[in-house]
């Protein structure tokens, strides 16, 4: 028994399975196949909208492709600490890096609420509620025992902003 894996840029991985396979066990079957890849950073299977947690077992998902998702082609090697969000400010490098990082990921994830819930994103449509789900929080979890911030992932240090843009989390 074997499921396949879709690695952006990578291509598709038939990996084996076990009756009591999880999201850990495809994770390490694939780092042993992709030596070249950075493994530092967080690391997602997911299958439609389900994200796998690493305990989770693949078996749900025997008649779909899991997408592997790797940040830590967006993250350092080790998370900053920056306590004061007013120096959490997002260089323009860094929002290229996670523009790069969507436009690869984006049409591998799939709409998360609404009549389209569980059809295929574009990334034309990728908006801030798809980066909350399929970004923010996969990349940020478990950094510094209770999460961090995605700027704290990707910076060596403080960042003070020269501008700031605000966003309220409202519907009309």
Request: charged share 20%; aromatic share 10%; with cysteine.
């Amino acid at each position: 028994m074997s499921i396949s894996v879709d690695v952006p840029a990578a291509g598709a991985f038939e990996i084996p399975l076990t009756a009591s396979s999880t999201a850990a066990d495809v994770i390490l079957l694939l780092r042993e196949r992709l030596p070249d890849c950075p493994w530092h950073g967080n690391k997602m299977l997911s299958y439609g909208v389900c994200q796998l947690q690493c305990n989770d077992s693949v078996q749900a998902a025997n008649h779909s492709t899991l997408v592997f998702t790797n940040y830590s082609e967006i993250s350092n090697k080790e998370a900053c600490s920056i306590p004061d969000t007013a120096e959490r400010g997002i260089t323009r490098e860094q929002l290229v890096k996670v523009v790069r990082f969507v436009s690869k990921m984006a049409d591998r994830c799939c709409e998360t609420f609404g009549e389209d819930h569980g059809t295929k994103l574009k990334f034309e449509d990728f908006n801030l509620y798809h980066a909350d789900y399929w970004l923010i929080k996969p990349a940020t979890q478990g950094y510094q025992d209770k999460g961090c911030s995605l700027v704290e992932v990707m910076a060596v240090e403080a960042q003070r902003p020269h501008w700031f843009v605000s966003h309220a989390w409202i519907e009309p």
